[in-house]
């Protein structure tokens, strides 16, 4: 606050944000001893995040387009919550104004699935430095461990023409 400058004041509380909910999401998987698993239906989970996100995407005339059908799985809802809002963060994110992003659950077998895929310039663009990212890999990293703690697996293809993530768990 010393310095005056606003816009390096506001950086340097915008990097103690990011990390402290980095930390919190740390905390929260290293304790899954308290975890309580029950019944989690991915599809509402999914359907939530959309009606969170909307008002994010609606400026950028970025919009949602679902295919949601009931999709169950064991697991802790606040953290398989965290996981979906976060990809659809990342997606909305990294859509370019007037973009799509398609958001879809489904049951492939016995397992629950959810696919995220926008219209960004993919992964390999955004390792290459043309998009910050920081959060962008620590989100999915904090995804996986949530889905492997889940006895689950994540996909991630990615191209010049966006970025397609599938959680099943």
């Not at 995220?116 to 999915?140: C, F, K, N, W, Y």
Request: charged fraction near 25%; charge should be negative.
């Amino acid at each position: 606050g010393e310095t005056g400058d606003a816009s390096l004041v506001e950086a340097a509380r915008a990097d103690l944000r990011y990390l402290t909910q980095a930390m919190n999401e740390s905390l929260a998987l290293r304790d899954g001893e308290t975890w309580a698993f029950e019944s989690v239906r991915l599809d509402e989970v999914c359907a939530a995040a959309v009606e969170l996100y909307d008002p994010v995407a609606e400026p950028r005339n970025i919009r949602f387009e679902t295919e949601l059908t009931q999709a169950e799985t064991l697991g802790v809802a606040s953290l398989l919550q965290r996981a979906v809002a976060n990809l659809v963060d990342n997606a909305v994110k990294y859509s370019p104004d007037g973009g799509v992003v398609r958001i879809k659950a489904v049951t492939q077998g016995d397992q629950a699935v959810v696919e995220i895929a926008d219209q960004g310039p993919g992964m390999e663009a955004t390792a290459a430095g043309d998009v910050d990212v920081d959060s962008h890999r620590m989100g999915l990293a904090f995804v996986r461990a949530i889905v492997r703690r889940h006895g689950g697996e994540l996909e991630i293809s990615s191209g010049p023409q966006g970025s397609t993530v599938k959680m099943k768990v």
